[in-house]
């Protein structure tokens, strides 16, 4: 498709839209590129489309989600621009590290995917720590984990006990600090535990056996 931004240039845009069985119940796969945007600008693209996606009624969306990314094409790639000059001018980000309690998981696979699919295209790695307590770790750009905070928020990863979509409500952030001497953790990877205690060796094998100290044993 093309659009057209406030320079009245048109942007050519290939946006592909894979329907899962349970669509329109299941918001659909969407994959954006384009040899004019950045990688980053399609990837804010593609985030913005699912939130709207998951926004709305399950009905079918496809058209709906193009007219919407037509009329608000301009204002999507002008503010992640803004965010790639402002990053440039600051230099290199310094590294974040974030720990999140997530209350339940009904859809548990598909839950897990996403936070797969969100850490790998935000650039985060760390771990999802499953067991009496689910626990997500992120390491990486403060802005990278302040998106994956709001994606977490506003789209709809599980669904409710009558197996209807909704958005995660009971998520806790438990911390979200820059660490000194950090050691960096190379990849995102799924964690099952069945103590405390092998979730600690876990914590201390990444260097953050502090962290683990100070937020994990009060937890119900």
């Known amino acids: 498709m093309e659009v057209e931004a406030a320079t009245s240039e048109r942007t050519l845009l290939s946006l592909l839209f894979q329907l899962p069985t349970e669509y329109p119940h299941c918001v659909p796969e969407i994959s954006v590129s384009s040899e004019q945007l950045s990688r980053k600008q399609c990837q804010h ?7 709207k996606a998951s926004a709305l009624e399950p009905e079918p969306m ?4 193009l007219l919407w990314l037509q ?3 301009t204002e999507l790639t002008l503010n992640d621009q803004s965010l790639v000059e402002v990053q440039e001018e600051g230099g290199e980000e310094e590294t974040w590290i974030a720990l999140f309690l997530i209350d339940h998981m009904r859809s548990k696979t598909k839950y897990i995917k ?3 699919k969100w850490s790998l295209e935000l650039g985060l790695t760390g771990r999802l720590f499953l067991g009496k307590l689910i626990l997500v ?3 990486g750009a403060r802005r990278s984990i302040k998106e994956y905070i709001h994606l977490q928020r506003t789209v709809k990863v599980d669904v409710d006990s009558s197996g209807k979509r909704c958005k995660e409500k009971m998520m806790r952030v438990l911390c979200e600090t820059q660490v000194s001497d950090l050691k960096r953790i190379s990849s995102f990877e799924i964690k099952a535990f069945l103590s405390l205690e ?9 260097g953050l056996l502090t962290l683990y100290q100070e937020f994990v044993p009060t937890l119900p």
């Open 45 to 51: 693209i593609k985030q913005s489309l699912l939130e």
């Open 198 to 206: 092998e979730l600690k060796r876990e914590f201390e094998q990444v």
């Open 62 to 65: 496809v058209h709906e989600l």
């Open 71 to 73: 009329q608000n094409f």
């Open 114 to 116: 996403t936070i797969e």
């Open 137 to 139: 770790l992120l390491q």
